[in-house]
C-alpha cells in the first residue's frame, strides 16, 4: 500500500527555520511530481509548493516564495523553511501525483497524514 510520511514539525519562534521531510513508500514516485500543502484551524488547505519529477521546475505560493524551498530525492520530498511567521502555523501535509491542477488538493492522488508547525511571535 502506498504510504506518505510527514517529519520535522515543530515549534519555532518567529524567524526560525524548520526542515520538514516526507518519504514514501509501497511505490515510487520519482517520475511524477510531489508538493506540500498547509492547513491552519478554520482555513482552507493551501498550496504551499510543488516540484516535477526532474526537481527542475518549482512552484511556490506567493506567501512562501522568497523564504521556503522544495527539494526531492527520488521518493523523498523535503521543504526547506526559513524567516517562518506565526501565520505559517498549520499543519503541513505532502502529496503526490497530481492528476490536474496541482494547486487544486483534489487533484492529488496520494497525501500523507501532516505534521504540525507551530511559530510563535
Known amino acids: 500500500q502506498v ?3 510527514e517529519s520535522g514539525g515543530g515549534l519555532v519562534q518567529a524567524g526560525g527555520s524548520l526542515r520538514l521531510s516526507c518519504a514514501a513508500s509501497g511505490r515510487t514516485f ?3 511530481p510531489m508538493g506540500w500543502f498547509r492547513q491552519a484551524p478554520g482555513k482552507e488547505r493551501e498550496f504551499v509548493a510543488a516540484i516535477t519529477w526532474t526537481g527542475t521546475s518549482t512552484f511556490y505560493t506567493d506567501a512562501v ?3 521556503f524551498t522544495i527539494s526531492r530525492d527520488k521518493n523523498t ?3 526547506q523553511m526559513n524567516r517562518l511567521k506565526p501565520e505559517d502555523t498549520a499543519v503541513y501535509y505532502c502529496a503526490a501525483d497530481p492528476e490536474g491542477n496541482y494547486r487544486e488538493s483534489a487533484d492529488w492522488a496520494y497525501w500523507g497524514q501532516g ?3 507551530t511559530v510563535s511571535s
Open 3 to 5: 504510504q506518505l510520511v
Open 30 to 32: 520519482n517520475n511524477e
Open 65 to 67: 516564495k522568497g523564504r
Open 77 to 79: 520530498v523535503y521543504l
Open 115 to 117: 505534521t504540525q508547525v
